[in-house]
């Protein structure tokens, strides 16, 4: 993927990653992004979105687990 660069504060970039599993999708994400990500599985904030689509959390609780560390500004954009 590239993208033309637009200059942006670098406390702006997140990382988001889907892995697919049995039992759902997890969703791995972490406030702190760019080329230098380092370890995400120690890092990132964890989620799993299960198969069973009735046990699908709400946008709240995909907030509260995922985005504790990011403005709760910007939530509604990224939820």
């Not at 904030?45 to 907030?63: F, H």
């Amino acid at each position: 993927l590239i993208e033309p660069f637009v200059p942006h504060p670098q406390d702006t970039e997140y990382y988001i990653n889907i892995n697919s599993v049995r039992d759902g999708d997890w969703i791995l994400f972490t406030h702190e992004g760019g080329v230098d990500v380092g370890d995400v599985d120690a890092k990132a904030e964890k989620l799993l979105i299960p198969v069973d689509l009735t046990q699908y959390p709400s946008n709240e609780e995909i907030a509260s687990t995922l985005l504790k560390k990011v403005p709760e500004g910007v939530h509604n954009v990224l939820v």
